[in-house]
T-cell receptor
């Protein structure tokens, strides 16, 4: 696609429910990143993938959070048994990931998650 | 993993003046990329400028330039002739090109005053 696409744009859920957030990166991009961003704060690293391999999941807050990218393209971030503290903007980004010259991240518009 | 520190939570500048935003980072790598991203109230993430660590020359993009001090692990952003549209959050970021790991600082909120 033309850009990084995230869905849904907004998600309101009740505490205790599971949610799945989707990211469709730019076609051909090797690297895919998940960040969480609270209002007025910087993007907090959650996890990232090169192709289908999860490289680093040390940023996932706890075992309720998981992410996958089974075919090296679309990725899903799943939060089980949501809690109010999970409320935030969840941002996905992708990059070519193949080396130097013009390496940069392209960001999606994010999913704003509200847990009631 | 590498860390990125922005020590100025908020800054302000008068329109047409110059302002410098600070960023330091910690890494054991010799080659890496550094970025400044702008986030206006729309919450888009807009790339402002990037620097490759193996290049000694400081990057410039119109009114935006960086002061890259590799030994000091410092990467500051200078905005010249500040405009009202520069009002935004600014994030410094570090990318390790060997594994594509990318981390951001906590941000600096810049307000340009008329």
């Amino acid at each position: 696609g033309a850009g990084v696409s995230q869905s849904p744009r907004y998600k309101v859920t009740k505490r205790g429910q599971d949610v799945a957030l989707r990211c469709d990166p730019i076609s051909g991009h090797v690297s895919l990143y998940w960040y969480r961003q609270a209002l007025g704060q910087g993007p907090e690293f959650l996890t990232y993938f090169n192709y289908e391999a999860q490289q680093d999941k040390s940023g996932l807050p706890n075992d309720r959070f998981s992410a996958e990218r089974p075919e090296g393209s679309i990725s899903t971030l799943t939060i089980q048994r949501t809690e109010q503290r999970d409320s935030a903007m969840y941002r996905c980004a992708s990059s070519l990931g193949t080396g130097p010259t013009n390496e940069k991240l392209f960001f999606g518009s994010g999913t704003q998650l509200s847990v009631l | 993993a590498q860390t990125v520190t922005q020590s100025q939570p908020e800054m302000s500048v008068q329109e047409a003046e110059t302002v410098t935003l600070s960023c330091t980072y910690d890494t054991s790598e010799n080659n890496y990329y550094l970025f400044w991203y702008k986030q206006p109230p729309s919450r888009q993430m807009i790339l402002v400028i990037r620097q490759e660590a193996y290049k000694q020359q400081n990057a410039t993009e119109n009114r935006f330039s960086v002061n890259f001090q590799k030994a000091a692990k410092s990467f500051s952003l200078k905005i010249s002739d500040s405009q009202l549209g520069d009002t935004a959050m600014y994030f410094c970021a570090f990318m390790n090109p060997y594994n594509n790991d990318m981390r951001f600082g906590a941000g600096t909120r810049l307000t340009v005053k008329p």
